[in-house]
């Protein structure tokens, strides 16, 4: 190995111009005061830091009086003086405000000159840190509202290190797993992770760059031993130089969401029983009762057939009239367990218009008989997702109960319309018929034999009925009803548009 003395001394003329560079390179001006003159003198990079011209002559006020009025202007008053009196250098940083009106943040450094005991002169150096002084605000800021959100957040939070040891924890992670700083800083990840998810693949995959975070499941041990159900987010913080540092974990407690997810699926089984016990009840009026009533309406026919004087008897027609109310009650009962507990009926894409003229066909008669006009506005494009024989029954339960309630007082007029609302179809079926109470019998409008006009065919049933059905195609019923007006009932369906 060899070693060269080399001399890297300069010359004066040599020193300037690296000077100049130097200067040019930080910001840094130079400046004077000569007190005995009174004169200051500033270099062209003292100028162009205070936004002034080249040939600006400053004094010693106006260059104080460049300081931000206030603190600034105190601080820096107070240094000069204590330079001038008390030899005392002084270096800070203070803001100014330059000739352009910019705010700018600045160094000043100040120097005595004495001879004989006395200040005769300053100078110094005056150099723009701006810059760098914004920045480190910034950087300040965003540290101060990392640690506070960090702190305070209502997640738990924490740093570790590459090992997985817990360097940092907010208080919400210490009230989750209920170990406190201190304890924890002894443990790891892997300590406090259930046996069966102590895989670390992620891990590796956030170290070797092939993702920047992840998100997880995870089940933590609390210190009392309970498992606390969490989601995991973790990232990795690198160097300038992408070299790993620590990881950052955001822990989201999902105990409660937990328990409450198992308790709504423990009901959905619970209910899911209930509607099969449900439906083998439907299945034992529809049949056993029926079969039952069958045979006593058979019973009771030959009987009127062997004694035929029992028509003349009070009590035979009262069992008769018993028998035909029990044969409708066992048939409304069958319908509407049905409703509610048919899960498979099959949802299918109709066309609107269509089952409106299907209805239409099918109580043409009646429609004739009572002179009614029925007015359709529906287009013929639309279509719906429906059980379609509840739709045929929804329909025909509405025309049918519009013509049976009409006024005898005006004509009747039918109206049915259509139109797409969101997701869903709105139909309107209007008539200028009975109204209905709704200040008084609103609550009871779909209720079970629920009647608001005097009928000989006034079951109770037709709109009970119709709201089951539409709420089996989750969808809406409501109806708006003036006096002297007729109602108007409007369901709201899902579409067919995608």
């Known amino acids: 190995m060899k070693v060269y003395n080399t001399d890297f001394s300069l010359s004066k003329k040599q020193k300037e111009p690296l000077l100049d560079y130097l200067q040019e390179a930080a910001i840094i001006g130079l400046w004077k005061v000569d007190l005995s003159t009174a004169m200051v003198n500033w270099c062209p990079i003292t100028r162009r830091i205070h936004e002034v011209d080249d040939n600006y002559e400053p ?87 990392f640690r506070k959100t960090f702190e305070y957040a209502v997640l738990g939070m924490a740093m570790l290190n590459l090992e997985g040891q817990w360097i940092k924890v907010n208080k919400a992670l210490v009230n989750m797993l209920g170990y406190n700083q201190s304890e924890l800083s002894k443990l790891t990840f892997h300590d406090l992770t259930h046996h069966e998810e102590r895989h670390l693949h992620n891990t590796k995959r956030l170290i070797s760059g092939r993702i920047e975070n992840y998100q997880a499941e995870k089940r933590l041990i609390h210190k009392n031993g309970d498992v606390v159900y969490t989601i995991v987010s973790v990232s990795l913080v690198r160097d300038d130089m992408g070299k790993p540092l620590n990881f950052v974990a955001q822990i989201n407690d999902m105990s409660d969401f937990r328990k409450a997810s198992d308790k709504v699926i423990q009901l959905l089984k619970t209910s899911e029983s209930q509607n099969k016990r449900l439906l ?7 049949h056993n009762l029926s079969s039952h009533y069958s045979n006593i309406d058979m019973l009771l026919k030959l009987m009127e057939l062997e004694a035929k ?83 045929e029954s929804i329909l025909l339960n509405l025309l049918s109960n519009a013509i049976k309630y009409k006024s005898e007082d005006r004509e009747l007029h039918i109206e049915i319309s259509a139109k797409r609302l969101h997701n869903f179809v709105q139909i309107n079926v209007k008539d200028n018929g009975m109204d209905i109470d709704l200040k008084t019998q609103g609550s009871k409008v779909f209720g079970m034999y629920k009647t608001f006009h005097n009928h000989e065919d006034s079951r109770g049933l037709g709109l009970f009925i119709t709201k089951n059905q539409v709420d089996a195609m989750e969808g809406e019923i409501s109806v708006v009803s003036e006096v002297n007006t007729g109602s108007n009932f409007k369901i709201l369906l899902k579409d067919d548009e995608d």
Not at 126 to 138: G, N, R, V, W
Not at 280 to 286: E, M
């Open 309 to 391: 004087d029992m028509h003349d008897s009070p009590i035979c027609n009262m069992i008769s009239e018993a028998v035909r109310n029990l044969g409708e009650t066992l048939e409304n009962l069958s319908d509407v367990a049905v409703i509610n507990t048919s899960t498979k009926q099959e949802v299918s894409r109709v066309n609107l218009l269509n089952y409106v003229n299907l209805v239409i066909t099918q109580i043409h008669g009646i429609i004739l008989q009572n002179r009614a006009k029925i007015v359709v506005d529906v287009n013929e494009g639309l279509y719906v997702k429906v059980i379609p024989a509840y739709l």
């Open 280 to 286: 083998n009840f439907a299945h034992i009026v529809s």
């Open 59 to 145: 004094s010693f006020d106006k260059a104080i009086n460049f300081y931000k009025p206030g603190e600034n202007q105190e601080k820096i008053t107070e240094l000069v003086q204590d330079c001038y009196t008390n030899f005392t250098k002084y270096d800070v940083e203070l803001q100014i405000i330059t000739a352009k009106g910019n705010e700018k943040w600045v160094r000043a450094i100040g120097l005595p000159v004495v001879e004989n005991g006395k200040c005769i002169a300053l100078h110094g150096l005056f150099q723009d840190i701006d810059e760098k002084t914004q920045l480190l605000k910034k950087l300040a800021l965003k540290e101060e509202q």
